[in-house]
């Protein structure tokens, strides 16, 4: 078998870079988070020992109970309930509660790094971050250790900042290449927002690569989470669905990825060499026209207190289908995003067959560059098996036959199989 060219290690790391990259950055973030929330109130973002315990035991009626987390992203995001700390005013605040916010206020206050130049990107991502690499062989920058929430929080900001405008994958990815201002769209909507007094804000939290089958068992969808949190004084509600990004099934969730290929992965080599990107190698890196909202899935009210943050909640079981198909935001505005209503809202189907995804203009100036390696099935058999024949021309160069693949008669047995030469033939009596 031929080995891996420069050409196909690059298209495949220009997709796998920025990914590790920004995922690394935001599991970083979320530690952070939960380590100063822990700091002052060591109970929230912990599991409940034993059977969690309901606000009203006595009343079977009421399904509450007495949480631990403002909202239950993917993640376990804590920038929401850092949100809401943060958002309070500092003169009516007391105790461990005004000593959380404070040490918050300077970190929340970001810079607007997309108006960085790009080597001031690189220079303060590279100073903040070790050169890794993934099991997939790809080489990429992990946070350095003891981060405290501000450096955390800066990085994860310049990561997806530096990730929208790096150019050193340029004519080295694929055609169309990956849509690098579209992932970044999904990941910014996370980062500090104010949930002011009397008014709604609310969170698109996506971790990349969180698979989720909301319409069939063999359909696989990334899923988001959008929080929505209405604050009143030191009370907030919180209201939390699933959303589902599609994506073009066939070419990153194909039919031959088997349960045994997720638990090893033995394809990757050939992947990278036929410049394939699946939902084993990482999150679909284009942006669609479509997709699916879930039901309110986690309902939650948060009281502040000076010395104690009480959250009751209320989960409600998922259910398969029950889904809604709405147009994506190109900015992934959370507050453009709606839940499904059982009862009111049509449950989502299959795409229209007959509805297209007009091209955008970038995309129609990329098809005019070279396109990429194509390998048909027949010349991988021949690569694999030697099923061919091949001989000198007379200019001298060589010739190579494949024959065409025919299909094998359907229950057939070695006694009572057609030959190939009276197929025909003998169908046509049949008829």
């Known amino acids: 078998m031929m080995g891996l060219r420069r050409e196909d290690i690059d298209a495949y790391d220009s997709k796998a870079e920025p990914v590790a990259n920004t995922t690394a950055a935001l599991l970083a973030l979320n530690k952070a988070g939960w380590d100063v929330i822990h700091k002052y109130f060591p109970a929230l973002g912990t599991e409940s020992e034993g059977i969690e315990k309901?606000?009203?035991?006595?009343?079977?009626?009421?399904?509450?109970?007495f949480a631990n987390y403002a909202n239950?992203?993917?993640?376990?995001?804590?920038?929401?309930?850092?949100?809401?700390?943060?958002?309070?005013?500092?003169?009516?605040?007391?105790?461990?509660?005004?000593?959380?916010?404070?040490?918050?206020?300077?970190?929340?206050?970001?810079?607007?790094?997309?108006?960085?130049?790009l080597?001031?990107?690189?220079n303060a991502v590279n100073s903040m971050t070790n050169p890794a690499k993934t099991v997939q062989g790809v080489k990429y920058r992990t946070p350095k250790s003891s981060m405290s929430f501000a450096q955390a929080l800066r990085l994860y900001a310049m990561t997806i900042a530096l990730v929208r405008v790096e150019t050193k994958w340029a004519d080295?990815?694929?055609?169309?290449?990956?849509?690098?201002?579209?992932?970044?769209?999904r990941l910014r909507q996370q980062l500090p927002r104010q949930v002011r007094d009397g008014e709604t804000t609310a969170f698109f939290l996506y971790r990349p690569g969180v698979l989720s089958h909301p319409l069939s068992k063999e359909e696989f969808e990334e899923r988001a989470d959008v929080v929505v949190m209405s604050r009143k004084a030191t009370t907030?509600?919180?209201?939390?669905?699933?959303?589902?990004?599609?994506?073009?099934?066939?070419?990153?969730?194909?039919?031959?990825?088997?349960?045994?290929?997720?638990?090893?992965?033995?394809?990757?080599?050939?992947?990278?060499?036929?410049?394939?990107?699946?939902?084993?190698?990482?999150?679909?890196?284009w942006f669609r026209y479509d997709q699916l909202n879930g039901a309110v899935t986690y309902r939650a009210?948060?009281?502040?207190?000076?010395?104690?943050?009480?959250i009751e909640a209320e989960r409600s079981i998922e259910s398969r289908g029950a889904v809604k198909r709405v147009q994506r935001p190109r900015d992934y505005d959370p507050a453009q995003m709606t839940a499904f209503r059982p009862g009111v809202d049509i449950p989502a189907?299959?795409?229209?067959?007959?509805?297209?995804?007009?091209?955008?203009?970038?995309d129609q100036a990329n098809n005019l560059k070279r396109l990429g390696p194509y390998f048909s099935n027949g010349f991988r058999a021949w690569c694999a098996y030697g099923l061919s024949a091949s001989g000198l021309a007379a200019d001298g160069k060589t010739w190579v036959a494949v024959p065409p693949d025919?299909?094998?008669?359907?229950g057939s047995s070695p006694q009572t199989a057609v030959p190939q030469s009276a197929t025909g033939s003998q169908a046509a009596t049949q008829r």
């Open 172 to 185: 080295k990815a694929d055609n169309p290449p990956p849509d690098m201002a579209d992932f970044n769209n």
């Open 119 to 122: 080597d001031d990107l690189r």
């Open 72 to 117: 239950e992203d993917a993640a376990f995001s804590p920038m929401p309930l850092l949100c809401v700390i943060w958002s309070l005013p500092e003169s009516e605040l007391s105790g461990r509660l005004k000593a959380l916010r404070d040490q918050l206020a300077p970190a929340m206050a970001l810079e607007d790094y997309s108006t960085w130049k």
């Open 349 to 362: 189907g299959p795409p229209d067959a007959f509805a297209i995804d007009p091209p955008r203009v970038e």
């Open 301 to 310: 009210t948060i009281e502040l207190h000076p010395d104690e943050i009480s």
């Open 406 to 410: 025919e299909p094998r008669p359907a």
């Open 54 to 65: 309901r606000t009203h035991a006595e009343d079977r009626m009421d399904s509450r109970l």
């Open 236 to 285: 907030v509600e919180v209201k939390q669905f699933p959303v589902y990004l599609t994506e073009d099934q066939r070419e990153w969730s194909p039919a031959w990825i088997a349960a045994r290929d997720e638990q090893n992965d033995t394809t990757l080599v050939a992947r990278k060499y036929d410049h394939d990107w699946t939902r084993l190698d990482g999150p679909y890196l």
